[in-house]
């Protein structure tokens, strides 16, 4: 099983225990364990940063934003395995990605963040 395989299904784990409603501060700590283990070698200033957008969008109102949370997370996560699973997110979601991104250019690993920024970059966001 490759990485991302293993990342998507955690993350379908976590949605079949926890459901698409808000989940308990214990779920949540559960999934950003997950997601931290998932994606290796980030610094764990960027993985804070991330989860903090992620628990933004999937706090917001609205019917699905929980599944849209759980997909920009594992859109995020392929782009940092190097794996990018075409997630379509919109122009001000991929600024968003390389704002979380690049404030730790110093300490993420220079090939993750090159593919990152060339994504970024494929997609308008640059």
Do not use: C
Request: no cysteine; proline share 3%; aromatic share 8%.
């Amino acid at each position: 099983m490759q990485a991302i395989d293993k990342l998507k299904s955690d993350l379908d784990d976590w949605v079949r225990r926890n459901g698409g409603a808000a989940s308990s501060p214990k779920a949540l700590d559960g999934l950003r364990v997950a997601f931290s283990r998932s994606v290796g070698s980030v610094p764990n200033e960027t993985l804070s940063a991330i989860f903090t957008q992620f628990l933004s969008l999937y706090g917001s109102d609205g019917p699905r934003n929980g599944e849209k949370a759980i997909d920009w997370l594992s859109g995020v996560g392929s782009l940092l395995l190097m794996d990018y699973d075409g997630t379509p997110f919109s122009t001000a979601e991929w600024e968003d990605i390389r704002e979380l991104l690049t404030l730790d250019a110093g300490e993420i690993d220079i090939d993750i963040l090159s593919y990152i920024l060339q994504q970024v970059m494929e997609h308008g966001a640059i």
